[in-house]
């Protein structure tokens, strides 16, 4: 069992920036591949980014060139580095953690992109 905390959502205005980031509950977080979705109201949960145990990436287009995953396995964390935001960004973050079969998701962060 893996248990994710998400932390560092938020409110900010167009053109902002934020930096939600989560945190693992296990030691071995660095053979999970790690990724960020999110789910705005009245819509279905769609991926973000993601990142493979060995660090390659991966983006949705909506978000290329203004958002970047990371990971620090020394710290168990992930996370999303948001620029340029978007009132379309606006949405409840999801954390994901997968190897193999196995799937955990954290409790998610509010973003809210607002003037």
């Known amino acids: 069992q893996v248990q994710l905390v998400e932390s560092g959502g938020g409110l900010v205005q167009p053109g902002g920036s934020l930096r939600p980031s989560c945190a693992a509950s296990?030691?071995?977080?660095?053979?999970?591949?790690m990724g960020w979705y999110r789910q705005a109201p009245g819509k279905q949960r769609e991926v973000v980014a993601t990142?493979?145990?060995?660090?390659?990436?991966n983006y949705a287009d909506s978000v290329k060139g203004r958002f970047t995953i990371s990971r620090d396995n020394a710290k168990n964390t992930v996370y999303l580095q948001m620029n340029s935001l978007k009132p379309e960004d606006t949405a409840v973050y999801y954390c994901?953690?997968?190897?193999?079969?196995?799937?955990?998701w954290g409790q998610g962060t509010q973003v809210t992109v607002s003037s």
């Open positions: 994901n953690a997968r190897f193999g079969a196995a799937q955990f």
């Open positions: 296990r030691s071995i977080f660095s053979i999970y591949a």
């Open positions: 990142i493979s145990s060995g660090g390659s990436t």
